[in-house]
């Protein structure tokens, strides 16, 4: 069946940085665009950025210049480069097979001084 399993959250101070990973399991990783979300209490999930299966690269106007996404397919793993981290960025992180409903159980981050 398919997993993802998010990995690599914690809390840190403003201006501090993380590097969130998310193992993939039972599709073919490399044939799918993948991407992170988060989630704040009482929201519904955002898009945080996505990368396909050539290496393009997306993000919300929000993360960019801060937020690296990368992947590496001998790894079935999708990153999360986090960096110049804000109050506002604290939410609960999820990776996302682009198109599919599939969700891990996502990454706490906690931006706080």
């Known amino acids: 069946q398919v997993q993802l399993v998010e990995s690599g959250g914690g809390l840190v101070q403003p201006g501090g940085s993380l590097r969130l990973s998310c193992a993939a399991s039972?599709?073919?990783?490399?044939?799918?665009?993948m991407g992170w979300y988060r989630q704040v209490p009482g929201k519904g999930k955002d898009f945080v950025a996505l990368?396909?299966?050539?290496?393009?690269?997306q993000y919300d106007d929000s993360v960019k210049g801060r937020f690296t996404i990368s992947r590496d397919n001998t790894k079935n793993t999708v990153y999360l480069q986090m960096n110049s981290l804000k109050v506002e960025d604290t939410a609960v992180y999820y990776c996302?097979?682009?198109?599919?409903?599939?969700w891990g159980q996502g990454t706490q981050v906690t931006v706080s001084s």
């Open positions: 990368i396909r299966t050539e290496g393009r690269t």
């Open positions: 996302n097979a682009i198109g599919r409903a599939w």
């Open positions: 039972g599709f073919t990783f490399q044939t799918y665009a």
